[in-house]
């Protein structure tokens, strides 16, 4: 369960962050948005390394699956951009991957 926690935490984290500098840069917010984003990219970093995995590349890997779901569930969200059956059907395929690449191992 903290797994799935951190999991959650550190995709808002990297997604709110890019969001925010896109928001910033592409729509002309103030630099503000920026500097909020770069403390969220940061938080990121931070909130991966607490995993108790002990494999780098696995954590980041199936992070990688639970972050293309929470892109799409943001954009659903906050862009209001529904995602089609496809979507749905690779998310679902990238969240079987995920726990794949976590599960105990002998």
């Known amino acids: 369960m903290k797994a799935a926690v951190l999991f959650v935490l550190a995709g808002l984290a990297e997604i709110g962050g890019g969001y925010l500098i896109w928001l ?18 940061i938080s ?5 390394t607490m995993q108790s995995f002990s494999s780098f590349g696995r954590v980041y ?8 779901v929470l892109s799409f569930l943001w954009g659903w969200w906050v862009d209001r951009k529904n995602p089609d059956a496809y979507d749905w059907a ?10 794949v690449m976590l599960a105990p191992r002998k």
């Open 61 to 68: 890997a199936a992070y990688g699956g639970i972050f293309i």
């Open 90 to 99: 690779g998310m679902i395929i990238c969240l079987i991957g995920a726990l």
């Open 44 to 48: 990121y970093g931070i909130v991966a």
């Open 24 to 41: 910033w840069l592409r729509d002309g917010k103030s630099p503000l948005y920026g500097l909020f984003g770069a403390v969220l990219l």
